[in-house]
Nanobody, 123 residues
Framework: QLQLVESGGGLVQPGGSLRLSCAASGDTLGSYGIGWFRQAPEKERELVSCIRSSGSSTNLPDSVKGRFTISRDNTKNTVYLQMNSLKPEDTAVYYC????????????????WGQGTQVTVSS
């Protein structure tokens, strides 16, 4: 069974950068689409970026386009989310999730989830 562990979160000042990692074990990531979701307090979990097994990717919210980049290294069984020019509104718990092959925008379409990593953007 696939297990996912996120890392790389923390406290960063506005305008700063973080790189989140989603490391997999129990199976190879190559056949999975991986989504990065975030959930701020009292808000619904939303998909911010997704990368397909083919390597193509999608950033969904306009608010992260041009600032967030998703990538994968199948040799390391890891997916990354590079976040630049961070804003206070990016503050949330970030989760990675996996589903076979493609991407989907809804939480229920993903089979496997990590435990989340906190990202706080504040001066």
């Amino acid at each position: 069974q696939l297990q996912l562990v996120e890392s790389g979160g923390g406290l960063v000042q506005p305008g700063g950068s973080l790189r989140l990692s989603c490391a997999a074990s129990g199976d190879t990531l190559g056949s999975y689409g991986i989504g990065w979701f975030r959930q701020a307090p009292e808000k619904e979990r939303e998909l911010v970026s997704c990368i397909r097994s083919s390597g193509s990717s999608t950033n969904l919210p306009d608010s992260v386009k041009g600032r967030f980049t998703i990538s994968r290294d199948n040799t390391k069984n890891t997916v990354y989310l590079q976040m630049n020019s961070l804003k206070p509104e990016d503050t949330a718990v970030y989760y990675c999730a996996a589903r076979l092959y493609g991407c989907a925008s809804t939480v229920s379409m993903y089979t496997y989830w990590g435990q989340g990593t906190q990202v706080t953007v504040s001066s």
